[in-house]
């Protein structure tokens, strides 16, 4: 289950990072031209713009499939719905990024793109992959246990595909990532390229998706409805637990500044 939380959807992350890197270059690093100072700026602004577009849309969405979710009487058409326009938020979101890299490299000579992708750092090339709600996710081994189930019902549910299906969507997903990754490194960007990998990419966004929509079924034909309440005030307190922990170490690192 920690596998999609170390993974989450970063493409709205990794534009940010972009937009960010320009405006540092465009107060301190890079020596520039006014002209192309000019340019970089319309291109984090453009970028911004487009990104809140997509993230609005995906927070929505995502507040919809996380609803139908939680309810023990699935809501299947509502659920696909919102999955397709998660799923078109997210390409949208890799094309974006793809736009800003081919707009930067057009206003900067590749010893500049150098530098540049020296500040940006290893955040340049990241890209989005999946975000998970607490019911989004595969229940926790240790959890299925602990539930007040009979044993055929554990089984049932530990012996499902889902965990070994998810974990190969996971593997063919982080490789894609890498192979855009190396490609964006690269000042001699191929774009045909790029873009058959974030065909690639979306593919698995939308595999793993369908594969969760398929999970939610078969815990429904597993557990009665207590019984799948009671798996959610689980997930819910784990979810609860894991925020707190973040939230303390938030504190902590800004009272050591």
């Given at each position: 289950?920690?596998?999609?939380?170390?993974?989450?959807?970063v493409?709205?992350?990794?534009?940010?990072?972009?937009?960010?890197?320009?405006?540092?270059?465009?107060?301190?690093?890079?020596?520039?031209s006014?002209?192309?100072?000019?340019?970089?700026?319309?291109?984090?602004?453009?970028?911004?713009?487009?990104?809140?577009?997509?993230?609005?849309?995906?927070?929505?969405?995502?507040?919809?499939?996380?609803?139908?979710y939680?309810?023990?009487?699935?809501?299947?058409?509502?659920?696909?719905?919102?999955?397709?326009?998660?799923?078109?938020?997210?390409?949208?979101?890799?094309?974006?990024?793809?736009?800003?890299?081919?707009?930067?490299?057009?206003?900067?000579?590749?010893?500049?793109?150098?530098?540049?992708?020296?500040r940006?750092?290893?955040?340049?090339?990241?890209?989005?992959?999946h975000?998970?709600?607490?019911?989004?996710?595969?229940?926790?081994?240790?959890?299925?246990?602990?539930?007040?189930?009979?044993?055929?019902?554990?089984?049932?549910?530990?012996?499902?595909?889902?965990?070994?299906?998810?974990?190969?969507?996971?593997?063919?997903?982080?490789?894609?990532?890498?192979?855009?990754?190396?490609?964006?490194?690269?000042?001699?960007?191929?774009i045909?390229?790029?873009?058959?990998?974030?065909?690639?990419i979306?593919?698995?966004?939308?595999?793993?998706?369908?594969?969760?929509?398929?999970?939610?079924?078969?815990?429904?034909?597993?557990?009665?409805?207590?019984?799948?309440?009671?798996?959610?005030?689980?997930?819910?307190?784990k979810?609860?637990?894991?925020?707190?922990?973040?939230?303390?170490?938030?504190?902590?690192?800004?009272?050591?500044?």
């Amino acid at each position: 289950m920690n596998t999609l939380l170390r993974i989450k959807l970063v493409a709205i992350l990794c534009c940010f990072v972009i937009i960010a890197a320009v405006s540092e270059c465009l107060a301190v690093g890079l020596e520039l031209s006014n002209d192309q100072k000019s340019r970089l700026k319309a291109i984090a602004i453009d970028a911004r713009n487009r990104i809140g577009a997509e993230r609005k849309t995906l927070m929505q969405e995502r507040q919809t499939l996380h609803e139908c979710y939680r309810n023990y009487n699935l809501d299947q058409y509502r659920a696909k719905k919102a999955i397709n326009s998660i799923t078109t938020a997210q390409n949208n979101l890799l094309h974006i990024h793809l736009d800003t890299q081919i707009k930067i490299r057009d206003v900067l000579n590749q010893q500049q793109f150098d530098e540049f992708r020296i500040r940006v750092g290893r955040g340049f090339g990241v890209v989005g992959t999946h975000n998970d709600a607490a019911m989004d996710r595969i229940p926790e081994r240790q959890i299925i246990n602990n539930l007040n189930i009979s044993p055929d019902q554990k089984n049932s549910l530990l012996n499902s595909k889902f965990y070994t299906e998810r974990n190969r969507i996971v593997n063919k997903m982080r490789k894609n990532i890498r192979s855009l990754l190396g490609i964006y490194n690269s000042y001699l960007l191929d774009i045909n390229q790029a873009k058959d990998t974030i065909r690639k990419i979306h593919s698995d966004q939308r595999e793993l998706s369908i594969s969760t929509l398929d999970m939610q079924r078969h815990i429904r034909t597993v557990l009665n409805e207590q019984q799948f309440n009671n798996l959610r005030d689980i997930l819910d307190s784990k979810i609860n637990e894991r925020k707190k922990k973040w939230q303390d170490g938030t504190r902590r690192r800004l009272l050591r500044r």
